[in-house]
Every structure is written in structure tokens, then in C-alpha cells.
């Protein structure tokens, strides 16, 4: 390998990690984006679009469809505030109404493992219903699978979902203008450090719940109010600097937000702090950025902490006027700063 | 969590910084020993708000990014060992080898686990007595206690299958290495918080002395770097060259002599290769004698490790503070943090990994905003 007169490598440089997959490839970060892009997108792109919305939108019969599906692999299966079950039901219906779609028959596909407590999994489906009731969805197909033990604890969740557009809007990230606020609907980072304190058996004061709720009725809330919103998009893996990096991204604009007025639970930001670990970089299942006429940001925000006054609803920025592909963060002592897409996994630091 | 907001207060933040411009009269150049203080400058901006007299030279004081390649060689090596269960910090998983790092080789089927604490993989020995554990122990006098204890531990529970790969590094042998160095431009220094937490302020003063610089030690919020950096600029203006404590809500002037007592009885002060530095008499720490027996270097077949770094990772002038990561012709374009030639890119307190994720060019971002 040589240095050439730019001072750029003149040969590639091995890649590493790319012969096998890794777990950051399902990180919701750049390595994900890259295994979608290349594997699967390039095998099935077709007229309908690129796939890389929360949901695909299907023209029948005069109706405009949403279709989506999502898999449920969480570990632990049960963590404050739900359980895998809640968090399948929420999941499909959240990227059901980011299309700005009434979600209204879901499917559900089990994949037990040999050994695994039917009480557990009775409590499991119990909170599927109890989830898909609360927002006036229907599970009307499934399967199921038993796959060889392992430790007994393995149980995984696919769900998918059909909803319903009743609007005319088209929201999605080509409808992002410059000058839109940057809404988020509540605090940000629980559903990530709820699992991961769990996991890992970290005794808090106050345990962190988890997010997980559907967004059907905050969707729903500001398409009702008439909201100029020209795009939902709800934060999961990877977070919001995941998220806006992306609609930066398909969008074409800058992305300007302030740290300061991002609203991140306490106790989430002491443990964020302590592990090294960026609050806008850990997963929500139950918070979505909405992207507003700046006419509307205001009501849009108050209406949003109508539908739940405990979480927060914030303007955290605003949309950019210049073509630029990237996200800017205002940092408390007021100075701009990159706010990149996770890369990889998050780990936790050393000291 | 209420006290972190205090310490990031903008109006005092900035209140700061024009004090430390009212007493500025000359250009100085004040290294950071501390990759987590790296990270804070970078993140918040502090660098931005400083008089431009001063110029912020990033330390070395980052465990992961000294950890020698042949050291990570050997974890990698220990990692791929049918019976070996690997456990290391989560900072640890990307740092590049020769040609892999233990994320892959935990993807080709190695057992690699990340732990949070090095007591963590003292249990994971107890529950796998069929296994071999090893802990790949890096770090600064900061985690040395918390990973001598778990030596410890394991000695007084008689695990036979529990070790160590030991790679612990020491500042004040790195400061002077650097102060000594012909290339040396740092005027004054701002001692690591955490690392003084643990040593206190004593061991210090010789340096000080010897080479005429001050050494502030200083906290990590943004409030303490500045707080910091006045004391150290104030010095500097008024020719002392002292050792002074900006982060005395943590730091003793002994520090806590029940942990040193630990590092004293499980570690012995052996020479070290740093990464990037090279070799440094007496600035690194091994298990003594009577802790042998949990030491992976005795352990397994590790002599024959032939390690190489990329030629293109300017890593070494990094951590001496000679270049900045943008300076780096690989910089973002062939070494990002997916595919890092260096460890810098990868560690969370690496000054490259700050440089990317908050900057990505020599020039801090700017909003256009699109009222």
C-alpha cells in the first residue's frame, strides 16, 4: 500500500468484520444501513420504492394502504414498564402510524424456544391483547414455532401490520421543508437503559421504565387538529441522532437542534453518564420526532402533551435552509456540534 | 443528577471563559492529559470559547489507544481458545489488530464478553469452572484497583481458572516522557481528575519542579476544565509552576491510600510500551510474583505474537499532542470509526473518536438555521 500524491491510500483497505455478520449490523446504526443497502436492497428494490420507509404504502381498491413488518428478539423478555409481547404490538403499530396510517389488523408469528414457561408466555400474550385493545387493533392470523433449547429463556416475536391512510397528506422525508420544527412527543432514551440496566442487573433507586406505548394516538391527536405535519418518524434503535441523521439524509436539509431543550429522564442521563453512553443515541419504542410548519410548532407541542402531560412533548430545532446533509447539535454552553449516527453498537467505556 | 447541570451552567460557562481572556496577555499551550477531558472540550466546545492565545494539546490519557498492538494481538489470540471465555470492557471490542478486532472474532464464534466491572468476570470463572476466564485488564491507576481486586478476589476464592492479560499504564512516567521529548510545546498541563482521585497531588510535584510546568488537576465538566484552564493560564502568567487542585470535591492530596495499598500488593512498576509513545521505563504495572499464577502472559502460549500497526495511522504524533486528529490524511475518509486503522477512532476517550463524532473537519460545525 502506498501513500498516493493527495494523500490518500492508493489501495482499499481490508475490511474487517464484514465476512460474518456482527451484532452492530443489527445496532440501527451505519453498519445496518450498509448490510440493508447491500444485501437486501440491492436483491429487492422494486417499484414500489426503495423500502426504506417505516411502512410500505400499497394503492388498492382506491384506498391508500400501509404495510409493515418487525421482529421481537428482546433480551430480557420481561423488563419495567412491558414485555416482549406490549413491545411487538407497539412496534407494528408505531411504524404503521409514522405513514400516518390507522393501524388495524396485525399478524403474530411465535418462535418458542423448548422449555420456555407457558405461564411466561401466557403473560406475554396477555399484553399483546392488552396492547393492540388500547388502540382498537386486531390480531387475526399467526404461527408459531419451537425451536431446540438452549437455556429455555428464548422466546421471539414477528409481527405485522395493515393499516389504513384517511388523509391525503403524503408525510414521509421528502416532505421535510426548511424552517420545520423538530418536535419530539416525550423524554428520550428509556426503552434502552430500562433493558439494558436490567439486563445487566443494575440496582437503581428508581428503576427506568421503558417508553414502549403505541403512537397511533398522538398521530392520530395532530392529524385530527388539522397540524401541518409533514413527517413522523418514531425513534427506535439508534435514537433520535439515528433518526434525524437519516431524514437529514432522504431529506436533503441540515438539521439543527439544542441540546438544552431535548427532554432526557434523570435517572436515564446518571446512567448514560456513568457508562459513557449518549442519550440520543439509545433506543425509544414509544417516542417519534414529528416534523412541523413552524405556523403549527406550538400548538402541535401542546397538543401532543394532551395526549400524555407525563412525557414531555418538546421543540428541540429546527430544519436547515441550505442543501446540507448533516445534523447539528447546540451543546448547553451554546457552541454547534456534529451530532452523528451511531456507529456500531454503543459499549460501554472503560473509566 | 442535579449537580452535573450546575457544572454546565452557560452563563457561568461563558462568564468563565472572559475571565480567563481578561488575564490571557500571551499565546500558551496547555496539554489535557485525560481522553475523557478530550471528549468534554470536543463535545461542548470548550475550545471554541477559549481566547485564541490558548491552544488545547490532547494528552495521552487514554487507556485503550496505548494499549500496545501486541497486547491486543494476544487478546485476540486468547478470544479465538475454544476454552477460553475472553471478558473485557465494551471499549476494548473494536480496537483494531493486525487485521481483526474481538468483535470479529466474537462474530467467527470466539467467547467474548463485555463486563462492566472486572468483578463481573471473577463470577463468570466461578460458574464456568470447565472454562478458562480472562480478563483483559487495561488502564490507567483509575481502573488498576478495581481490576487488582479482582485478582484478589479470585486468589481468595482459589479459582485456578481465572487470569489476567494485564496491560496497566502509569502517568506521571507518560508526562515526563513527553516533557523530555525534543518536540515538547506543552506550557502547562491539567492533571487527570479521576487518575489523582485514586494517586492524590504528591507525585506530582516533582515533574512540576523539574520542568518548570504547571499541573492543574482538573474535574471533566465544562465548568472544571475552565475553572482549570484559568488556574493553569494564571500560573503560566504569573511564572509559578505549581501543582494545584481544581477538583477538590474529588481529590485528596493523598488520594485513597486504601486503593494504592492494593496496587502496591497485587501490581509491581515494571517498563511498558505504550502505543504510539514507545517504550517508557517504570511506567507500567504487572502482577507481582505472589500473583503469578493469574497472570494470561504465564499462562498460555502468548511469546510468539508478531503484531503490525497501519503505517498510515499517525496515532503516536495524536497521543503526544504533536498533530491533531484532523491533521490525518486517513482521517474520515480511510479510518473512520467502522473501519479504524488506529485506536483513537475507536475508544470513547480517543481524540480521533472525539474529532469524528462531534467535528469531522478542523473547522467546529455551524447552524444555518432556517427561520
Redesign the interface.
Known sequence: ?S?DAD???ACP?????TS?????HGGGG??MRDLIDQVFMSRFRNDLGDGQNDSAILHFGGERLAFTTDSFVVDPPFFPGGNIGSLAVHGTINDLAMSGAKPLYLSAGFILEEGFEISKLERVVDSMKAAADEVGVKIVTGDTKVVERRNGEGIYINTAGIGVIQHDKTMEARAIR???HVIVNGDLGRHGMAIMTTR?GFELETPIESDSAALWPAVQALLEADIDVHCFRDLTRGGLASALNELSESSG??I?ITE?RIPVN??V??VC?I??FDPLHVANEGRMVAFVA?RDAERAVEILQGVNPDISAADIG?????K?K?V?L?????????L?ML??EQ????? | MKYMDEYRNRDDVHRLADSIRKICTRPHSIMEICGGQTHSIVRFGIDQILPEEITLIHGPGCPVCVTPVEMIEKALRLGAMPDVILCTFGDMMRVPGTDQDLLGIKAQGGDVRFVYSPLDAVGIAADNPEKEVVFFGVGFETTAPANALAVKTAAQKKLSNFSMLSSHVLVPPAMEALLSSEHCAIDGFLGAGHVCTIMGCTEYEPIARKYKVPIVVTGFEPLDLLQGIHMCVRQLEEGRFEVENQYARSVTQQGNTEAQRLLREVFEVVPRKWRGLGPIDASGLQLTAAYRAFDAEHRFPLDDIVAHESEHCISGEILQGLKKPSDCPAFGKQCTPDQPLGAPMVSSEGACSAYYRYRRSATPATADRGE
Open positions: 500500500m501513500i494523500g490518500g491510500l483497505v481490508p475490511l474487517s468484520n460474518h455478520v456482527a451484532m452492530a451505519t453498519r426548511p424552517g420545520d445487566e436539509y441540515g439543527h438544552s434523570s435517572t442521563r446518571g453518564e457508562l459513557g413552524p429546527v430544519v436547515g435552509s441550505t446540507e448533516r447539528t447546540e451543546s448547553v454552553i451554546g457552541v454547534p456540534r456534529i452523528d456507529s456500531g459499549l460501554p467505556r472503560i473509566c
